[in-house]
């Protein structure tokens, strides 16, 4: 079993910031990747930014230079700083885990694990 439980959402207006939190937890090996994704309504569910195991990070284009993504010491964290929030920013914002488990399946193939979301709304 593994879980990734977020923090951190909410309502700012715009300009403001907000900073995500997810701790991944369980039956875990080693973890490949983290990242952030989030859904708008109506629209597809999208990349935000993502931070490999040795640290290497992408963005998408619209929140470079506005949101910061890092992994915490244990290394089964990651972090999401989101500063001058626009409210097209506004989403259920998901973390991802990519990560090898101990057991079943998981031991040789890496598997997508999500958080159940949280809200961010930015107000006009």
């Known amino acids: 079993q593994v879980q990734l439980v977020e923090s951190g959402g909410g309502l700012v207006q715009a300009g403001g910031s907000l900073r995500l939190s997810c701790a991944a937890s369980?039956?875990?090996?080693?973890?490949?990747?983290m990242g952030w994704y989030r859904q708008a309504p109506g629209k597809q569910r999208e990349l935000v930014a993502g931070?490999?195991?040795?640290?290497?990070?992408n963005y998408a284009d619209s929140v470079k230079g506005r949101f910061t993504i890092s992994r915490g010491n244990a290394k089964n964290t990651v972090y999401l700083q989101m500063n001058s929030l626009k409210p097209e920013d506004t989403a259920v914002y998901y973390c991802?885990?990519?990560?090898?488990?101990?057991?079943?399946?998981?031991?040789?193939?890496?598997?997508?694990?999500w958080g159940q979301g949280t809200q961010v709304t930015v107000s006009s």
């Open positions: 931070i490999a195991s040795g640290g290497v990070t």
């Open positions: 369980g039956h875990i090996s080693s973890i490949d990747s």
């Open positions: 991802n885990a990519y990560l090898y488990t101990m057991y079943g399946s998981g031991q040789n193939t890496p598997f997508d694990y």
